[in-house]
């Protein structure tokens, strides 16, 4: 069973905080891998589909847990190609994120809010 998306005030509070390892509660008694959900961005790569454009809150790449799926997820106005992706899934795990997370899209712009809680688009790897 897949969970990707998962409650708008949560991913909205998600987004307001920058590069993130938050998720549903299932994700820190989940054992899905972020590394997982790499390999298989990486591997639609390989499969001639790196330049294959997402839009916002279709699935990427999913892995299986005990507790259900995790899955990365373009949200908030972003979208992007699958290499993309993979630069922001890299992006979480090298935040220290096994399980879940967030990463802006657009840092540039994310440092330029003006505190007004608006998103600016963002990945995702949730439950």
Known sequence: MHYALTISTLLSTASALGINCRGSGFCNINNASLNDVLTQAKQLVARGQGDHF?????????ASGQYGSICAFF?????????????????????????????????????????????????DVVQ
């Open 75 to 123: 949200q908030n106005g972003a979208s992007g190609a699958t290499t993309r992706a993979i630069d922001l899934i890299q992006g979480i795990i090298d935040h220290g994120c096994t399980q879940c997370g967030s990463i802006p899209t657009n840092p540039a712009i994310e440092k330029r809010r003006d505190g007004d809680g608006e998103s600016k688009g963002q990945a």
């Open 54 to 62: 997402w839009p916002e809150h279709v699935q990427i790449a999913c």
